[in-house]
């Protein structure tokens, strides 16, 4: 079993899109998969067309030792994909977890109660280095960043990449960059391949060679609640999204 | 004077880019004009190209009651355009301001001595509900709320509103929403123009008639260092920033 963080502090960079949409392709690859939306956005669950209750689905893991962290699993209507939903009520818990002890691991050692029946777990994070992003290094085996090409974007990498290194040295030893994907890439536009390309140059090792692909389809798609390859399969971002899919299951072995 | 906080929880939909541009254009038009950086990401500081200590600026505000916040101030190379810059020191007070009575009202308090000479004041807040943006709320008479022109960016307005209202019946009742800008616009698709009706459908009298176009030179601009009026003057992005600057200067009379 793999539990995949999918974060980045900088805001709108493609978080929610690659969490939907590899969860989506990992379980259309016949891996059994749960994604866990620690946004309190919750757009990773509206994305699936999942409603969820203020009080339940994450917020009641994080709360209190949940002991039937099954009980706040959601089965989808897509085979192999389950989803733990984010709620808005969430901001609540903000304070009270960052007061507490080991608030950082709550999200930890709900999972360690979790049936055995999972390949991948891909955790969507808010765009923050607050208390949730944290919850969710500390409970990941690796990290997927997602990063846009644009400026802003490059710049909070290198403050993203200390806090990961600093939840290495503290609560989760284990913790590793498992890949870093450029998304929103418009080969038109010269910008956008300079920064790809600059990213390439900081991290030679870690960029996947599938890069998403500036795409409305992907947009238009979290509208109606569906996966870009149930929305339209052939566009070039839905594609795009499987290729990355087998590059992650390939990287696995 | 005039205190605006620029916000909005979802990530990446112009808050920092409309700042920058809006800041720059009141100074343009002759408005003194204070930027306040208060997200951990700096990057409304580094889009001027100004260079932050970790513990001066913004830290400084938050963290005592700075007796001295005239000398927070930061003069940029633009004449009516002062900051006060944003550090990514600031994450370490989240949980100290978080656990303080007062702490939503921080900033407040310390704008309070300010010296009388400015028209405008502007807030960078992070993709948040979290501490920094509740004290840029706490702190401001009104809110532009930057909306991009796509699906999950509507969903969040109505947890946006909720929030505004929440400070407006506790802290601050002064407190309204001044306008709501769209933002990254392409006429060419569809989905961006069905956006954009929806947003005007439910908020007639708030949206901004300017209408902010993605344009890749406002991308561009930021990695410079320089606003888009300096570095692309006639692109569609400068040209509207331009207009933004006259419609809340024609407001505010
Ligand atoms: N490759 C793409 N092409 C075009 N639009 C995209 C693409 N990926 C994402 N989008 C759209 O861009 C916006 C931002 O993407 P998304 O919400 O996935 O980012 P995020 O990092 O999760 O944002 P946040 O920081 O708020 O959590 C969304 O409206 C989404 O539909
Ligand atoms: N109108 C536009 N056209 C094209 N690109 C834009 C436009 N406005 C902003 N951008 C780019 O889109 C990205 C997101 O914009 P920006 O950083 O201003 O958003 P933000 O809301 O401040 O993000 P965050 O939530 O992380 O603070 C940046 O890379 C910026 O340069
Ligand atoms: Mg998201
Ligand atoms: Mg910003």
Same mark, same amino acid.
């Given at each position: ?12 960079? $493609? ?12 379980? @259309? &690859? $016949? ?40 009980? +706040? ?23 009270? #977890? ?6 950082? #691991?709550? #999200?930890?050692?709900? @999972? ?18 607050? =208390? ?15 990063? !846009?090409? +644009?400026?802003?974007?490059? +710049? $909070?990498?290198? !403050?993203? *990449? &200390? ?10 030893? &284990? ?36 890069? =998403?692909?500036?795409? %409305? ?11 870009? #390859? *149930?929305?339209?399969? *052939?566009?070039?971002?839905?594609? &795009?999204? %499987? +290729? @990355? ?9």
């Amino acid at each position: 079993m793999s539990i995949i963080a999918i974060t980045n502090q900088k805001g709108g960079v $493609g978080k929610t899109t690659t969490a939907i949409n590899l969860a989506y392709g990992l379980a @259309l &690859a $016949g891996k059994k998969c749960l994604l866990i939306d620690i946004d309190p956005q919750a757009n990773a669950t509206s994305g699936l067309n999942i409603s969820s209750d203020h009080y339940k689905g994450i917020y009641s893991l994080l709360y209190s030792n949940a002991s039937f962290v099954s009980e +706040e699993i959601i089965q989808t209507t897509t085979e192999n994909l389950d989803i733990i939903p984010g709620t808005t009520a969430l901001v609540e818990l903000e304070s009270y #977890l960052s007061s507490r002890p080991e608030g950082q #691991l709550q #999200l930890k050692k709900s @999972l360690v109660l979790l049936p055995p029946k999972y390949d991948f777990i891909l955790i969507d994070c808010p765009p923050s280095f607050g =208390i949730f992003p944290l919850n969710a290094l500390g409970a990941a085996d690796s990290v997927i960043v997602p990063i !846009q090409c +644009e400026y802003f974007a490059m +710049e $909070g990498v290198s !403050q993203l *990449v &200390a806090t990961i290194e600093r939840v290495k040295s503290s609560t989760n030893p &284990a913790l590793l960059i498992k890949g870093i994907l450029l998304t929103m890439f418009d080969d038109r536009i010269q910008f956008s391949r300079e920064v790809a390309e600059e990213v390439k140059h900081h991290f030679p090792d870690l960029v996947y060679q599938t890069i =998403i692909p500036r795409d %409305v389809s992907l947009a238009e798609s979290s509208s109606f609640g569906q996966p870009a #390859l *149930v929305y339209d399969p *052939v566009s070039r971002g839905a594609r &795009a999204y %499987v +290729e @990355l899919t087998r590059e992650v299951i390939k990287n696995e072995t």
